[in-house]
Every structure is written in C-alpha cells, then in structure tokens.
C-alpha cells in the first residue's frame, strides 16, 4: 500500500524495527531527505512492521528493500520511542549481520515520493561531527556513535 509522506507521517503510533550494522570502518545509514530538523536524517535501515508479520521478518525486509543486503538479525538492543507533533514511532532496534547481497540503494515501497537518498557506511567519526538534527535521536544516547549497539533497555525523545 502506497502512502503520500505526509498522510504517512500522521499515522500514529508507529511500531517500527530497525538495525543495527556495524563494522570497524563505521555504521550502515540511510540519508532520508526532508525530515529532521536539518532537512534530512542520517538513520539505521528499518521500517514500519506489517499485519501478520514478527519483528524479525519486518527487519528482513526491510534491509532487503531499502539497502538490497540479506540479513540474519541478532540480538535485541533497545527500544527507542520518539514523539514530535507529525509522528509518534516505538523503535525496536537489532544488531543484524549480513549475509548476502550488495549495498545498494533501495526505495521504501510504502512512500509514493522516495526520501531516501544515499546508503553507505557512515565512519563513526564523520557521525560525531554530525548536527544532532541531522543523525538519529539514538545517537544521543551514547557518547560515542560507536557505543550505539551497546545501548540496553528504554529511551524516549520527545520533540513538541
């Protein structure tokens, strides 16, 4: 099902997962053009959940549609509940190892108007550097990006 972004952004809440794969070099990212404060976020690949489908199975997929790489999701990190006055998303984040596949920028089939617009390994340093309004709210939960697998248990961000 197709949906204009912002029809998409007042559906609330959102139930969403997201992964998590790091290597030495840096952190797989997503760049979604015209939200955030900045006019895009750099963001771990994920997505809505579907009906009828487990936690895993959506992060599978969604790796699939957005990054064109096979995954086998591992442990559970931490969940992540953001609020602002267009959305209200849980986040259920995962370590993910890849399996297969080549990096390759993919779409989100759910949106009419594509917002992503690059995906690559962001190294951890260029993400430190990065305005707060530009990276995901999880990284301000841990003091290095490089500790962001390392998180465990609730946080919330609220924006209004």
């Not at 797989?28 to 579907?50: R, S, T, V």
């Not at 370590?95 to 920028?105: I, R």
């Not at 990276?135 to 919330?156: E, M, P, V, W």
């Amino acid at each position: 099902m197709d949906y204009d972004l912002k029809n998409f952004m007042n559906k609330s809440p959102r139930v969403r997962v997201c992964g998590l794969h790091l290597t030495k070099n840096g952190i797989l990212l997503l760049k979604h053009q015209g939200i955030g404060g900045g006019d895009f976020l750099w963001a771990p690949p994920g997505g809505g959940i579907d009906q009828n489908e487990n936690a895993k199975t959506a992060l599978v997929r969604e790796f699939k549609e957005e990054t064109n790489l096979d995954v086998e999701i591992g442990d559970y990190c931490f969940t992540n509940e953001y609020q602002d006055t267009q959305v209200h998303a849980i986040e259920l984040f995962f370590e993910v190892k890849v399996t297969g596949g080549t990096l390759a920028l993919g779409r989100d089939p759910e949106l009419v108007e594509q917002i992503l617009s690059d995906a690559r390994y962001m190294p951890y340093k260029e993400i430190n550097l990065l305005n707060d309004l530009n990276k995901h709210n999880a990284f301000q939960f841990c003091s290095d990006a490089t500790q962001i697998n390392k998180l465990r248990g609730y946080y919330f961000f609220q924006n209004i």
